[in-house]
């Protein structure tokens, strides 16, 4: 199984980025997919998730508003619009997906997922 992310860059404060993960080797269509972020020196943390049985999206209090977490169970793949980006919003934004079907209260934990995209770098700059 692989996630292959993309879409990271260099943006200014107040600019949008659009990541992509590809998933590969099974399919996710009914487990939460999602996107955590690593900043230097930081814990990774959680920013987004889509959980698929329940159709349902969450988000990180620091993201929410301006992040917009998407899916496309066809392809396999689930995306994470990125608008307002501010500067601490700079960090390593990794894709996720769970072999398990994931409680409310389990959502937001790292170590409840399984498999882990290579990570993606985001800049923003003042």
């Known amino acids: 199984v692989q996630l292959q992310a993309s879409g990271g860059g260099s943006v200014q404060a107040g600019g949008s980025l659009r990541l992509s993960c590809a998933a590969s080797g099974r399919t996710f269509r009914s487990h939460p997919m999602g996107w955590f972020r690593q900043a230097p020196g930081k814990e990774r943390e959680f920013v987004a998730v889509?959980?698929?049985?329940?159709?349902?999206?969450y988000y990180a209090d620091s993201v929410k508003g301006r992040f917009t977490i998407s899916r496309d169970s066809a392809k396999n793949m689930v995306y994470l619009q990125m608008n307002r980006l501010k500067p601490e919003d700079t960090a390593v934004y990794y894709c996720a997906a769970s072999s398990g079907l994931l409680i409310v209260s389990e959502i937001r934990r790292k170590d409840n997922y399984d498999y882990w995209g290579q990570g993606t770098q985001v800049t923003v700059s003042s």
């Open positions: 889509h959980r698929r049985t329940a159709g349902a999206t």
